[in-house]
Nanobody, 123 residues
Framework: QVQLVESGGGLVQAGGSLRLSCAAS????????MGWFRQAPGKERQFVAA????????YYADSVKGRFTISRDNAKNTVSLQMNSLKPEDTAVYYC????????????????WGQGTQVTVSS
């Protein structure tokens, strides 16, 4: 089992930046990919970014490419999402997720989820 706790959400004006962090605990000795997803009210959970265990491979949704950067520090069991040039449409609850396999953009392929952190971007 892997437990995940997100932090760093908040309210920011359009064009601003936020940095989300996700701390993992539990069975972190095994290799696991990490992903960030988001869910806005009334909408399905949406892929944002994912990163391999080594950190060598990263993947992004087209809507955030060039604005968001995912990274990880395996020594600290953390993964981060740097979000720049934020837009009102980025408003959502952001979740980090983990799976004992390659990165994926499909939510149901992840085994472990955090509770989420709210990001609100005002226009």
């Amino acid at each position: 089992q892997v437990q995940l706790v997100e932090s760093g959400g908040g309210l920011v004006q359009a064009g601003g930046s936020l940095r989300l962090s996700c701390a993992a605990s539990g069975r972190t000795s095994s290799s696991y990919a990490m992903g960030w997803f988001r869910q806005a009210p009334g909408k399905e959970r949406q892929f944002v970014a994912a990163i391999s265990w080594s950190g060598d491979n990263t993947y992004y949704a087209d809507s955030v490419k060039g604005r968001f950067t995912i990274s990880r520090d395996n020594a600290k069991n953390t993964v981060s999402l740097q979000m720049n040039s934020l837009k009102p449409e980025d408003t959502a609850v952001y979740y980090c997720a983990a799976r004992y396999s390659r990165p994926s953009g499909v939510p149901y392929e992840y085994n472990f989820w955090g509770q989420g952190t709210q990001v609100t971007v005002s226009s």
